[in-house]
């Protein structure tokens, strides 16, 4: 299975600079897995495709100001660094932007001193694993220096970084947002639930995977890069009620689908409290075992996310309601508008 067979033109006009002033305006296209038929909405009027008994996932991981800006000790040398998971005390990997100026041994000074990192590994892609070293709490020192590490096809400022959260992040450990959430409101959820339907979270913090493309020609040959999840005893309990009494679960994002899909797959589709590591690839011809529906933004071409799209809904009828949706001037990735697949 060739990568361009999931390519499709994008005008880069379309790609979303900025968040809409309220989450809940974005557009939201509405495509059916199974004819492939179209609707075109609001997002606000989401409410009209769920039902008594459904319950949503969303994941609550919170994004860290990850993005730190310092200089190469004794050069002055700019460096940036992207802080992407921890992996033992105080040691991360990282993405290092012209990482060929950090080498093993390669001293990082940030704010004046108040943080060093020494550089220990070097991998592909700009891959580096650094030791930090600073006085007081890590990230205490990472609020005050670091930035949100908004993607790199975002080339305006952020006014309010808030609006780069989802309003139920709690679990900080992110290197990016899982950007489907961003379209609700603690209103809209509220409304949601009074129509009956549950709301149900876990975890997966977004990490290189999000970054990474893809760089085989055949997708089979593509290694997904390791996330940390976890899942609550009492998600699970509530999630396997919803399967049993017939409901359908409807996953908000890539990053819950992923997860859920990684759990009830080695549990023969069942729930359990759960954590670990998850670098699950899903494409066309992947058996889906929790999930019945989608929330999810419109991806990049010839990305894993598309292909994870692709393999919900088929291929053809993605591309199809993506070349509609170009067509139609929606907004794309992270800040754009969204796509329900049932």
């Known amino acids: 299975m060739k990568v361009d067979i999931f390519d499709f033109?994008?005008?880069?006009?379309?790609?979303?600079?900025?968040?809409?002033p309220d989450r809940t305006s974005s557009r939201l296209m509405v495509l059916n897995k199974s004819t492939g038929s179209i609707k075109n909405e609001t997002f606000i009027h989401i409410t009209d495709y769920l039902q008594p008994g459904d319950c949503l996932v969303l994941n609550d991981t919170k994004v860290m100001p990850a993005r730190l800006f310092g200089e190469k000790e004794n050069t002055g040398a700019k460096i940036e660094v992207l802080l992407l998971k921890q992996l033992e005390g105080d040691k991360w990997e990282t993405l290092v932007k012209l990482a060929k100026r950090v080498q093993e041994g390669t001293k990082i000074i940030f704010g004046d001193g108040k943080l060093t990192a020494i550089c220990l590994e070097t991998a592909e892609h700009g891959g580096r694993v650094l030791e930090f070293q600073y006085d007081g709490i890590f990230y205490e020192v990472l609020n005050m220096l670091g930035e949100m590490p908004l993607p790199?096809?975002?080339?305006?400022?952020l006014d309010d970084k808030d609006r780069y959260q989802t309003v139920f992040a709690r679990e900080i450990g992110s290197a990016a947002a899982p950007t489907a959430g961003l379209h609700f409101t603690e209103k809209l959820l509220d409304e949601i639930r009074a129509l009956g339907v549950h709301i149900a979270f876990i975890t997966l913090h977004v990490g290189l995977g999000t970054f990474r493309p893809v760089s085989v020609d055949d997708i089979h040959e593509h290694e997904m890069h390791a996330e940390y999840y976890h899942m609550t005893a009492q998600t699970a309990k509530l999630l396997n009620d919803v399967k049993a009494n017939g409901g359908r679960i409807i996953s908000v994002g890539t990053t819950s689908t992923r997860t859920l899909e990684t759990i009830a797959t080695s549990n023969n589709g069942k729930f359990i409290e759960a954590s670990g590591w998850t670098d699950i690839f899903i494409y066309p011809g992947y058996e889906f075992k929790a999930i019945n529906g989608m929330v999810t933004n419109f991806h990049l071409p010839k990305s894993t996310l598309i292909m994870l799209v692709s393999a919900l809904a088929g291929?053809?009828?993605v591309l199809n309601a993506y070349n509609e949706a170009v067509k139609e001037h929606y907004r794309f990735f992270s800040f754009g508008d969204a796509m329900l697949i049932i």
Do not use: F, V, W
Request: aromatic residues 4%; hydrophobic residues 30%.
């Open 152 to 157: 790199p096809y975002i080339k305006e400022q």
């Open 315 to 317: 291929r053809e009828n």
């Open 9 to 20: 033109h994008l005008p880069e006009e379309l790609i979303a600079q900025t968040p809409l």
